[in-house]
């Protein structure tokens, strides 16, 4: 028998001890939906809430827990999540987690692990209305501080901290209204549903993709791509590439996964799409070694995905600065090796998923400081007066989860359209 518990201690140990985000998705492969859903809850829950959660806990917790004694405080951690805000009956929470804890190191942890509980569960009202929404650790808003003021970070954190809603790409007009949900600026269809994807109207008629609202921005950045060779490089799972194709474009698609780009091939499968190629291999190298030209890259840049922080709230607990640098570092490269493929009046479009000035604004000036064959198509006339928020005063794209609050939020991400021009 299936015990969720275990799978979500199981989880929470990796991401939070072993700092392996990777362990959510491979701990429940062969699992029941049912079983699925609870533990996607219950972790996410405990790590939108951890920093609160806590807080809670030292001021519980008088003596330190030794590292031997992690699976106790990860226990804790999750069972508090449930007590607080997820409804499960008491009893079945407190339990359920001595019982694992015990089996898992002795029963002396395991009482231990029971009076925290009981504690929490006595003054579960008066914790809650204590409760000020805190989902960023001090280290995650020390980052951001690089970036942006304090009350921008108090917005960012604010927006993110609620479960994002599912974004569709839908083209197709009697599918679209089929599907319900309502129609965000520039298109995209927001759907309340938390089903399973394959269940919902037309998946296997193929005339839609799942893509959040933020990432669907760089290609509406496009005047015309009907006809012209785009080379998109980090294309996988192929969210972009499908707005591409069903733009009439000629797709060249790279990717450094073979895993990621077997997920985007059997996506554009289902919406019977066909690039020219899809090719499996370094990036830096093909920019390199490449004589072909393109009208068009799109370049979704390798980055630390801060911007994604709704979806995996693990980001905030885990992404550092070097995690930044090393990505701009990687960022860099890419642009330096841009030019060389690109045809002459060819454009450039750079996106990151991220909320780091340093992996956006901050890139772009430093390589149109050194490239001076490239200019900044300014992004204002592409975005509707609803949004004028989301355009920066140089022409980019800098969307924020509160930009779009109204409708439920957004990732973040940042975008920039450049053309070479020499």
Not at 85 to 102: C, D, G
Not at 175 to 180: E, T
Not at 289 to 295: A, G, I, R
Request: glycine fraction near 6%; proline fraction near 5%.
């Amino acid at each position: 028998m299936v015990d969720s518990r275990e799978i979500s201690l199981q989880i929470l140990h990796g991401i939070l001890e072993n700092k392996t985000p990777s362990a959510f998705s491979k701990s429940r492969i062969t699992l029941h939906d049912d079983d699925n859903a609870f533990i996607n809850m219950l972790v996410l829950t405990a790590l939108r809430h951890l920093t609160y959660i806590d807080k809670i806990l030292k001021s519980l917790i008088t003596k330190k827990l030794s590292k031997q004694n992690a699976i106790g405080r990860i226990a804790l951690i999750l069972g508090s999540a449930e007590l607080l805000y997820m409804q499960t009956p008491n009893y079945a929470v407190i339990n359920s987690y001595v019982n694992l804890v015990k089996q898992k190191t002795d029963r002396y942890v395991g009482g231990f692990v029971n009076a925290v509980l009981r504690k929490i569960s006595e003054n579960k009202e008066n914790l809650l209305k204590a409760d000020k929404g805190e989902f960023f650790p001090q280290s995650f808003r020390t980052l951001l501080r690089r970036s942006y003021s304090p009350k921008i970070i108090d917005a960012i954190e604010s927006a993110s901290i609620l479960e994002p809603l599912l974004d569709i790409t839908c083209p197709n007009a009697s599918s679209a209204k089929r599907l319900g949900g309502i129609t965000l600026p520039l298109g995209t269809i927001r759907l309340a549903s938390k089903g399973k994807i394959n269940l919902l109207p037309d998946y296997d008629k193929g005339t839609w993709w799942v893509q959040d609202f933020s990432s669907s921005l760089p290609v509406k950045m496009l005047d015309n791509p009907t006809g012209k060779k785009v080379l998109e490089l980090c294309a996988a799972p192929g969210g972009k590439t499908a707005q591409l194709l069903n733009a009439g474009a000629k797709v060249t698609c790279l990717d450094i996964s073979e895993d990621r780009l077997k997920i985007l091939s059997e996506n554009l499968s289902r919406l019977n799409m066909k690039p020219e190629r899809i090719i499996c291999g370094d990036g830096l190298k093909f920019l390199e070694q490449s004589d072909e030209k393109f009208d068009i890259i799109v370049l979704d840049a390798p980055c630390s995905a801060t911007g994604t922080l709704r979806r995996h709230p693990e980001i905030v607990h885990l992404k550092t600065s070097k995690d930044i640098e090393t990505q701009a570092t990687l960022q860099k490269l890419f642009l330096q090796r841009i030019a060389h493929v690109l045809l002459p009046r060819g454009i450039l479009v750079y996106c990151t998923c991220s909320l780091c000035r340093e992996e956006g604004e901050d890139q772009i000036k430093s390589f149109l400081s050194t490239s001076p064959e490239f200019t900044i198509i300014d992004l204002k006339p592409k975005i509707p007066s609803e949004l004028s928020a989301i355009v920066s005063p140089e022409g980019f794209v800098r969307i924020l989860p509160q930009h779009l609050e109204s409708f439920g939020g957004a990732d973040g991400f940042f975008v920039a359209c450049l053309q070479k021009v020499k």
